[in-house]
């Protein structure tokens, strides 16, 4: 099989016809201004030196060298042979809340940010495996559909704020009963969820939704994000701090961390708990747990190994070259005084 690296290149190839017409122009404009200055044998022979028949072997050797190099600069490849390959990996759903206690800053710079950061860091490290991300609050919502494209889940993952479930709570259940819905059941890999939160204001029964989760075979592991201390909630105004959250004391309400509902939730859907902290956000024990579940093929794509021919090309283009320059557009008067085929007259 042949193809080329570079095939826009080849479009250069169609300036060899305006070479052609230009030789033909100028070759005719010459046989003109010779023919006016007499009989063209009688110019033959006042010009013993000059070649009527070498700049048509110039030309040639230019034309074939030209179009060599466009060739070569095109990149000729051929296909020496096929190579399958199979990926096989497994289905991770990204549960991430997104409700506005998760803007308390006792992690930097807040809860939302930095669990953002450890994704990010996670689709990295990611290779055949495939990711989706989930966000809610007092709703849930598909931000990312299950993929393979980790450029795509980096960019949707970039755009997630607290902005975007208008209906506050922790709707934890909700969550993991979209992911469920979110799964494709049929491709038989292995499947898991994380879910990043940090508990406050738990409303629906995520126990029970991680415990049919685990019936199908689904493993629900949870990073609790915040401290125990918990944190005071800030409140933005066109980007800019403006406060915090009240009560209706008029207090600051502070949110803390709700690590026992977490570890519910992960104890019935047979994953792990971690708590995220500053300097480790958790999601390495996770991923250590996720990567012991089932993975099966995905997909199988075939590959053809290919070999570049360009340096072929652009040697017959420079050695064409080469013979062209050392080509004069005057006779050898010593080759062209050897007459072999001459018959000599008794």
């Not at 060298?65 to 990204?94: C, F, H, N, W």
């Not at 549960?95 to 800053?105: C, E, I, T």
């Not at 930097?108 to 495996?129: F, G, S, V």
């Not at 250590?288 to 590959?303: A, H, W």
């Amino acid at each position: 099989m042949l193809r080329f690296a570079h095939i826009d290149i080849l479009w250069g190839l169609l300036v060899i016809p305006v070479f052609v017409l230009l030789f033909l122009v100028v070759s005719r404009w010459k046989k003109k201004a010779v023919a006016s200055l007499g009989d063209k044998n009688v110019v033959r022979e006042m010009m013993p030196q000059v070649s009527f028949s070498r700049p048509w072997l110039k030309f040639i050797f230019f034309a074939v060298a030209y179009a060599s190099l466009i060739v070569g600069m095109a990149d000729p490849q051929l296909g020496s042979k096929t190579e399958e390959v199979k990926r096989k990996g497994a289905d991770l759903m990204i549960l991430l809340d997104v409700s506005n206690s998760m803007l308390a800053q006792d992690l930097a710079p807040n809860r939302l940010e930095n669990a953002k950061q450890a994704i990010a860091q996670l689709i990295d490290k990611m290779h055949d495996d495939r990711i989706g991300i989930i966000v809610f609050a007092g709703q849930a919502y598909v931000q990312l559909p299950i993929t393979t494209d980790y450029s795509a889940a980096k960019l949707f993952l970039n755009t997630i704020n607290t902005n975007m479930v208008p209906t506050q709570g922790t709707a934890i259940g909700a969550a993991i009963d979209l992911g469920m819905q979110s799964f494709d059941f049929k491709n038989g890999t292995g499947k898991a969820m994380i879910i990043i939160t940090d508990g406050e204001n738990h409303e629906d029964n995520a126990v029970e939704a991680a415990t049919q989760a685990k019936s199908r075979g689904v493993i629900i592991n949870v990073v609790g994000v915040g401290s125990a201390e918990g944190a005071p909630i800030p409140i933005y105004k066109d980007g800019q701090p403006a406060g915090y959250h009240t009560d209706s004391l008029g207090k600051p309400v502070v949110s803390k961390l709700n690590e026992d509902m977490g570890k519910d939730i992960a104890a019935a859907g047979s994953g792990v708990y971690v708590r995220a902290n500053n300097s480790n956000s958790g999601l390495g024990i996770v991923m250590d747990q996720i990567g012991k579940i089932q993975r099966k093929t995905l997909d199988s794509k075939s590959f053809k190994d290919f070999e570049d021919r360009f340096q072929f090309f652009l040697a017959i283009a420079l050695a064409l070259l080469v013979v062209e320059f050392f080509i004069s557009n005057r006779k050898n008067m010593r080759l062209s005084g050897l007459k072999l085929f001459e018959v000599k007259k008794s």
